[in-house]
């Protein structure tokens, strides 16, 4: 037998253990540091207001684009009422020219020219370091007027080969400060990617739905919190296995949640979890009534307590149509209730859905690959999709 040997092994899973134990306790740690969830009055705002009246309006954000895949969009508001969105586009998917573009719409109803405000050798000077591509922005607007942008940077191959940064922003966006990595898991910070709108937390800061997929495909939540002048991050484990990923995170209460996901199994159908300590435990993932074709959705709440979903519906090409659904009973059953887009041959996906301060629910979506499309809608537009739908 060779002792020595062995005593080597021993020696570097030790080692191993060693290192990972403080990361594994941080993981924990972020959930458990927060008073819970900071949960939206049930006031309709200006937005809903009878005299308003239902309405519904489209745009398109990237009119002058000539980009063959513009996708993954976000959405946020400043305190001032601008709208923010982002998106990566380039020449294709993990491209070496892939760059996040932002553009901002003010009161006067027109989104700005696009920019680029992250590009990969921009971010290769910010982290020191090789990048090939970018890809996922997120936004996150405080009530300061101060903006942060969450984003993955792919240091080889694709996704699996990401890492995710933080930006952030002093003048709504126009400029930004040098992007810094942050620490998601101990396998050289492989893997971790944003998508869905983050819920906000009592004391500041954010529970921002994340999920990884280096070994494996699965949800987790990123807690960020303001620590001094700084920042802190820990990460949490919503699920495992191999099955569902890109969370969708409802706040139903202080401490209740629901989130809903993305689901690759053969079933079909969009999965949901509940949480009754403020985000620290889940209970296990439940196929609901509503399709999923292996394709991300978005969800919010209502003012009355319903919520909302963005989703492609099954159709015979992978995502061919964009429609909205309803629950009334925290997403344990669904029903239809419009269709936004449907079009044989076309992909409509990642739809991404804010509720603003004045009651208004807007939406952007990628549409043909190519275009960022622009929605907003009241919930007097939804309640009579609603009755109609009947």
Known sequence: ??????????????????????????????????????VESGSTGAGDSAATGAFFRTAQVNTASTHTKSHSAALAELSDGTLVAAWYAGSGEGAADVAIYLSRRGVDGAWSEPAAVMTRERVE?????????????????DDSGRLGLLFVSIAAGRWSGSSMNLAWSEDGGLTWGAARKLTMNPLANLSALPRNPPARLMGGGWAVPVYEEFLGKFPETLWLQPRGEGWSSAVSRVEGGVYVLQSALVPLAVDRAVSFFRDFRPARWMSASWSDDAGRTWTKPAVTG?????????????????????????????????????????????????????????EFSYPFLIRTSDGTIRMVYSARQTQILFAEFNEAWVHEQAEAAR
Not at 126 to 141: E, K, Q, T
């Open 1 to 38: 037998m060779n002792g020595g040997g062995t005593g080597r092994t021993l020696l570097a899973v030790a080692a191993l253990l060693a290192g990972l134990a403080p990361w594994w306790m941080a993981r924990e740690e972020g959930a458990k540091s927060f008073l819970g969830f900071s």
């Open 125 to 141: 000077a910010d982290l020191r370091r090789n990048v090939i591509s970018l890809g996922n922005p997120l936004l996150l607007a």
């Open 290 to 346: 509503l399709p999923n074709r292996d394709s991300g959705l978005c969800a919010i709440r209502l003012s009355d307590g319903a919520i909302l979903s963005a989703f492609n519906d099954l159709s015979p090409g992978k995502r061919e149509n964009l429609r909205l659904a309803l629950s009334e009973d925290e997403g344990r059953t669904w029903r239809t209730i419009a269709t936004l887009e449907e079009e044989a041959g076309s």
